[in-house]
């Protein structure tokens, strides 16, 4: 029932959001609201309302904060995961999740990515990852793929990209996953999956842009957008069923990286609790 | 009074922080502030604390205005070039009201300069360097014990007016050793920001009563599910394109601490009652000026030194009570000429104002200071 979810976690007052027709990043905040309600309504689970911070940065994906009924804060460009690592250093019972685009969290906010990672600090980061700087119009980002043409890169984009992910991963992430705006339900899961992990959490959803990415390169409607991402990317128990030689070019939607490293605020309580003076 | 203890001016930054309710540091290493980080590194936690050493100065102070509205009081500590880096989220402070200090021990520049050399080239920077027109308070202490005492007003100013505040070291100061009797942590008052929303108005997170210029701050996690953000802002808190209301916030923010200057401004008078001449000094610098002072009377010259301890904003008005009873003005500060800029704003033309300065990274003398004094004279 999505106008249920849109009424109990949307702020109203505030819609219509700003995002173009055929923009993927609607999708992915309605995902993480639906994962949120999912974990609020699951007796189960120990998510309380009240105790999620939603951050986000600067660009397209951040607007999300301020249509989501929770605490919010709408902070500087590529800063998003630095406050966020305040919010929840100074009071660890807050689930923090961070709303943030590819050049927030890898380009201007890319060190903060890697060193949250690094520190396994328990936030959740999920990146509305559409391979182009929108809010400014369309310039390329550290995931448009190379040869693909942006405002900023006219005869083809020379750079080549990141896959956020990965990059988590490698800088030691303890979960790491990957999602997208066709596989609702997978990516549903996967969010929900990273919101219930103690420790640093990033999930890279791939967003479609048909404004100012699809259209300079001749990837069609938003539709057409959306079943490249039906046929390339794959989720997780039919990835590993296909045989290597289809798996080319395609990508996983799931989980890339797991372990369960102890998480910073908890460490840091334990040295608290053995140098604290008695009174 | 408790007992006598030698300590180092960074050292009592943060020992009066942490007397002042502070509990969160985020920071980066640079010379010459890193005491301050290595000291909180051991005193946070044995006072229930967190610090957190961050990956570069825009995290800092980004983590320190995050856990500001989860609700603690908290600090970074940096020097110039890290001060630069901060400037932009100083400025996001500003706009969302969000108290926290920074504390900035000065050295040489521009950029790397004498990373150990003693300079108040920040000066301007502390009030000009986020862009935009934004509301600033800027203390500097002269000496340790004075470190101490007003690291607690600092914390109080921010949270009586929601607004960083900047914390103007120097490097004189900073690594200055002096023996100091700490004043009883129950004997200083401490403030706190109000935790919850003002009445009417539907209790808006950015409401104010009228006649007042501050909102409440309830911080999160606590049932209000507002929004924080750096656009221009109505008191629901949310994003606005409305020209009047975006003035209307803006000028807000400059005046709850301009029409409170008579709060928040104080001054150091110094053999001021009878002087023809004032040398107006700030920080580090007071020391070897209150030097000369002594000399000055000692040979019959009716010299004061006039000290503002609040650098920001500028003791307009103490300073213009002082200016018909002057002759000339001497100011003596470490740097090429600030606050030389708001003493001719405010002396006009009714003072002349005489100026000693250095770039070089070495100590004004008290000797220099006599020499410039004589010079005038001749």
């Known amino acids: 029932m999505p106008s249920e979810l849109i009424h109990r976690y949307m702020r109203i007052d505030h819609l219509p959001q700003i995002w173009c027709p055929g923009c993927g990043n609607g999708t992915i905040m309605r995902d993480v609201a639906a994962a949120i309600q999912e974990l609020i309504d699951d007796p189960e689970k120990d998510i309380n309302r009240d105790n999620i911070v939603i951050v986000s940065g600067i660009g397209c994906s951040s607007r999300a904060a301020g249509y989501l009924d929770f605490n919010s804060i709408h902070t500087t460009h590529g800063r998003a995961i630095a406050f966020a690592t305040g919010i929840k250093f100074a009071n660890p019972k807050l689930n923090v999740i961070v709303l943030t685009g590819d050049g927030d969290c890898s380009a201007i906010g890319g060190n903060h990515l890697i060193h949250a990672a690094r520190r396994n600090m328990g936030l959740t980061v999920i990146a509305f990852n559409n391979n182009i700087y929108g809010m400014t119009g369309g310039q390329y980002s550290p995931t448009t793929p190379d040869g693909d043409v942006a405002t900023t890169a006219p005869f083809g984009n020379v750079d080549r990209p990141f896959d956020i992910a990965n990059l988590a991963s490698g800088a030691g992430a303890s979960f790491s996953a990957r999602g997208d705006v066709y596989h609702v339900r997978e990516t549903i899961d996967i969010i929900k999956e990273a919101i219930q992990h103690k420790g640093f959490s990033l999930v890279d959803v791939y967003s479609v842009c048909p404004t100012y990415y699809g259209r300079k390169n001749h990837k069609g409607s938003a539709v057409d957008m959306l079943r490249w991402q039906k046929e390339n990317l794959i989720p997780t128990a039919r990835y590993y069923s296909m045989p290597e030689e289809e798996r080319a070019g395609k990508k996983l939607i799931g989980i890339l990286s797991y372990n369960d490293y102890p998480e910073y605020t908890e460490e840091y309580a334990k040295l608290v609790k053995a140098y604290r003076k008695k009174k | ?378």
């Open chain 2, 1 to 378: 009074m408790s007992k006598t203890v030698l300590l180092q001016g960074n050292e009592a930054a943060v020992e009066g922080a942490i007397a002042a309710g502070m509990r969160f540091f985020a920071g980066y290493p640079i010379t010459p502030s890193t005491e301050i980080a290595e000291r909180s590194a051991i005193r946070l936690p044995e006072e229930g604390g967190k610090f957190i050493q961050m990956e570069d100065e825009l995290a800092s102070i980004a983590a320190v205005l995050g856990a500001s509205a989860a609700g603690m009081k908290a600090m970074t500590a940096t020097s110039g070039p890290g001060f630069s880096l901060m400037q932009e989220n100083i400025g996001y402070g500003a706009m969302a009201e969000i108290p926290c200090v920074i504390v900035d021990v000065q050295r040489v520049g521009p950029s790397t300069g004498l990373a150990t050399s003693p300079s108040q080239g920040d000066y301007m920077q502390a009030k000009w360097g986020t862009h935009g027109d934004h509301p600033v308070i800027a203390l500097s202490p002269s000496s340790v014990l004075e470190t101490y005492t007003l690291m607690v007003r600092a914390f109080n100013l921010s949270e009586k007016y929601r607004t960083p505040v900047i914390f103007l070291m120097d490097e004189i100061v900073g690594h200055l050793r002096e023996d100091v009797s700490l004043p009883d942590p129950n004997s200083l008052i401490i403030n706190r920001r109000k935790l919850s929303f003002h009445d009417g108005a539907n209790k808006q997170c950015y409401y104010v009563p009228e006649g007042e210029y501050v909102p409440a701050m309830k911080p999160f996690g606590q049932g209000e599910r507002y929004n924080i953000t750096g656009l221009a802002h109505d008191e629901s808190g949310f994003p606005i394109n409305d020209h009047d209301k975006a003035g209307k916030l803006i000028n807000r923010l400059i005046d709850k601490v301009e029409h409170n200057a008579d709060h928040i401004v104080r001054v150091e008078q110094y053999e001021m009652d009878d002087a023809e001449t004032a040398i107006v000094c700030f920080g580090g610098t007071a020391r070897s000026v209150m030097s000369a002072v002594q000399a000055a009377r000692a040979a019959g010259h009716k010299v004061g030194m006039f000290r503002p301890i609040t650098v920001w904003p500028f003791p307009d008005k103490p300073l213009r009570a002082r200016l018909p009873q002057l002759r000339n003005i001497l100011m003596v500060e470490h740097n090429h000429g600030q606050m030389l800029l708001e003493m001719q704003r405010v002396a006009g033309r009714d003072v002349p104002v005489h100026f000693l300065g250095r770039v070089d990274g070495t100590v004004i003398s008290p000797d220099d200071v006599l020499a410039k004094l004589e010079e005038m004279e001749g």
